[in-house]
């Protein structure tokens, strides 16, 4: 039973890694003050090339940096028309999702008809550290698992430090709350946010191509399936906190493996169909943010100047 | 520096961005080893080579100009909607339900019918996000999207899994059953009626926004919920009508498409029309007409590119890709429209 549980939390992380990601890409760009509706097509921007690279070069490393800065390219173009051109950020952020979309699936009918090499997938399969993975109920789940998910929580600790921290990540808060005001104090305020937003692109695109090249380890059509809409919703519920940011996201994997085994458990006799349980995750979601409206407290609020672009000569 | 631009300058900025565009994606087909002028001339040839070309486009304009109603109102009040998708899914769902209950009610009383039952369900389907606003602050935005999931997952539901609906001749492939002919819109000038209603519900939708008082309201709302209190409007009452409206005239593009093109209920048949829906919205500066001509330029490219596939094997996601490279550069245009460069003799801008 505890064995079982404990396979059972370390398919839990695995099934939320990709949002983890997508979620750490997104708190980036909210932080600076820009509202990301994108990430979904990034991360279908970096599942499509990175794959692409996986297959074409058996590179794992320039598998995973081509994924990186393909997201960064379709950040490129979000921050361009948001921060320099100042345009409407929830439209640019949707037209950024579906050129990712349609991107991704151009290139699909060539993805799918090349596979990724046995010794590729391997770099990508678990590895158990000694001593550490043989705690009970925990340690497979902490300490038996494939480098992405290690590496999601290096990420995840290193930004939150960041924001704690360095003056870097103090300036844009200051620049998240106020960009006026940070402009006043001599901060390079467009520069702040390209840097963000960039590199908040760079981790979506890791979340897509862990789908493609480790989760799924082969191209299907839409791989993401919604998963960056729900990493979206989740940057709110974890109020901007990079640490939160892995409870939720592992959450959220816990709560669809849990589905994904009621397909064939059935509960009061019954078993309920696989498109009902699929539901679970949206509504979740829903119930989730509900409940963030019910607790408010300022401290959980976003950064204020979330949405508004930024003109100096406007003040 | 900052000054209006008068109207012409604006159409020049915009029509200057939508060329730019066209000459970036015509450098992106060079890149792929494509002719861009075959390819536009594929497109063209694609949407008005015949009629019946030309009718697949029209079937593409009529959602998605509806759509694009729907979300207009809730966005004129800066209710962001971006549940056009999940609202036409939940409108083709309760047309589908309408046709069970009733399968052979006459043409004249099961189409209504089906129509009052999508836009009901698309309403309340609506009023969810508009409620969760209302009473706890939750972002519409976030809702509405993940309600799109949620309707699209029960229609693939009803397929997959719903039984009584279960055509049961469709061999091994799960399917709906096919509606009957009276379930069926019928056809004006060899295209379904469904245009007539788009353009009708267009000119109603001009009037209603442009010169009614509840309109009025609305634009009064979307600018600042405090002057509109102020002002007396009761803002959660119009909230709530926009938003029904809203979400019905979305599912009422549904029913549409249920109805006139699918004859059943399927889990794809939105094609992501109801996201492809905010952006020509958007495009159209929330003007109801403006929307049903972007709406069918969409159309055009939409249909160019599924030709293009069958004409030059290239995939159909070209289309989608031309398109947001055009919206990408309308997105960037706006700054033009709204600054004007003025280079002093350093060369600066200002």
């Known amino acids: ?50 794959y692409l ?22 950040a490129l173009i979000y921050a361009f028309i948001t921060i320099t051109l100042r345009g409407n950020q929830i439209v640019t952020g949707l037209v950024l999702t579906t050129f990712g979309t349609g991107v991704a699936s151009f290139m699909g009918k060539y993805l799918a008809a090349s596979p990724l090499s046995a010794s590729f997938k391997s770099s990508f399969s678990v590895i158990s550290l000694p001593l550490l993975s043989k705690i009970p109920l925990i340690g497979k789940m902490l300490f038996e698992q494939g ?10 600790f290193v930004l939150w430090a960041y924001y704690r921290y360095t003056r870097w990540g103090l300036n844009i808060r200051a620049i998240g709350e106020n960009p006026a005001a940070a ?6 305020v467009t520069l702040y946010k390209y840097i963000h937003v960039l590199a908040g692109g760079f981790l979506c695109g890791l979340g897509g191509a862990y789908l493609s090249l480790s989760f799924v380890g082969q191209w299907q059509e839409n791989i993401t399936a919604g998963a960056g809409w729900i990493a979206v919703a989740f940057v709110i519920f974890c109020t901007w906190s990079p640490l939160k940011a892995i409870l939720c996201a592992w959450a959220f994997g816990a709560l669809n493996s849990l589905a994904m085994k009621c397909q064939s458990v059935p509960i009061f006799g019954h078993i309920i169909p696989g498109q009902l349980l699929d539901m679970i995750p949206y509504i979740a979601t829903i119930v989730v943010l509900v409940l963030m409206g019910l607790h408010f407290k300022k401290e959980n609020q976003g950064p204020a100047s979330l949405g508004i672009s930024f003109f100096r000569e406007e003040r | 520096m900052q000054k209006a631009l008068s109207q012409r300058q604006k159409v020049l900025v915009r029509g200057a961005a939508v060329l730019s565009a066209i000459l970036c994606s015509m450098l992106v087909l060079v890149f792929m080893g494509l002719n861009p002028l075959t390819v536009y001339a594929n497109i063209f040839k694609g949407c008005f080579g015949t009629f019946y070309r030309f009718k697949q486009v029209v079937y593409k304009a009529v959602p998605l100009t509806i759509l694009s109603l729907g979300c207009c109102v809730a966005f004129k009040m800066k209710f962001w909607n971006i549940g056009a998708e999940g609202q036409f899914y939940m409108g083709a769902f309760a047309a589908t339900w309408a046709y069970m209950l009733f399968p052979s009610a006459p043409v004249a ?36 999207l993940m309600l799109n999931y949620v309707a699209q997952k029960w229609v693939s539901y009803l397929k997959y899994s719903y039984l009584p609906w279960r055509d049961p001749h469709g061999g091994g492939s799960p399917k709906i059953v096919n509606f009957s002919e009276n379930a069926v819109l019928p056809s004006l000038l060899g295209i379904h009626i469904g245009w007539l209603i788009a353009v009708l519900l267009v000119l109603a939708m001009y009037f209603l926004l442009k010169k009614t008082k509840f309109g009025y309201e609305v634009s009064v709302i979307g600018e600042s919920f405090d002057t509109a209190r102020y002002a007396g409007i009761n803002v959660s009452r ?28 399927t889990d794809n048949m939105s094609n992501g029309m109801g996201f492809t829906a905010v952006i020509t919205t958007w495009l ?67």
Request: hydrophobic fraction near 55%; proline fraction near 2%; aromatic fraction near 10%.
């Open chain 2, 109 to 144: 009383v099961l189409l209504p019918l089906m129509a009052i039952f999508a836009l009901i369900a698309g309403g309340i389907f609506a009023l969810i996000p508009a409620a969760l606003k209302i009473k706890w602050g939750t972002s519409e935005t976030l809702v509405t």
């Open chain 2, 238 to 265: 119009t909230i709530v009508i926009a938003v029904v409206l809203s979400g019905g005239l979305c599912a009422l593009a549904g029913m549409i498409q249920a109805s006139a093109i699918e004859k059943s209920l």
């Open chain 1, 53 to 74: 690279a996986g297959s074409a070069s058996g590179n794992p490393f320039l598998a995973v940096l081509s994924a990186g800065f393909a997201g960064s390219a379709g």
């Open chain 2, 284 to 350: 159209s500066q929330l003007d109801p007409v403006i929307a049903l001509v972007v709406s069918f330029v969409f159309s055009v490219l939409l249909q160019g590119g599924s030709y293009l596939q069958t004409s030059m094997g290239v995939p159909d996601s070209m289309g989608t890709i031309i398109q947001t490279i055009i919206i990408f550069f309308v997105l960037g245009s706006e700054f033009f429209v709204r600054y004007r460069f003025v280079f002093d003799k350093t060369g600066g801008e200002k």
């Open chain 1, 183 to 188: 402009d006043a104090s001599g901060i390079n």
């Open chain 1, 1 to 50: 039973m505890i064995l079982s549980f404990a396979l059972f939390l370390q398919v839990a992380v695995q099934t939320g890694t990709h949002i983890l990601y997508g979620i750490l890409g997104g708190i980036l760009f909210e932080k600076s003050g820009q509202t990301n509706l994108g990430t979904e097509g990034m991360m279908l921007l970096g599942a499509a090339f990175g």
């Open chain 1, 147 to 156: 480098i992405y998910v290690y590496v999601s929580l290096v990420f995840a």
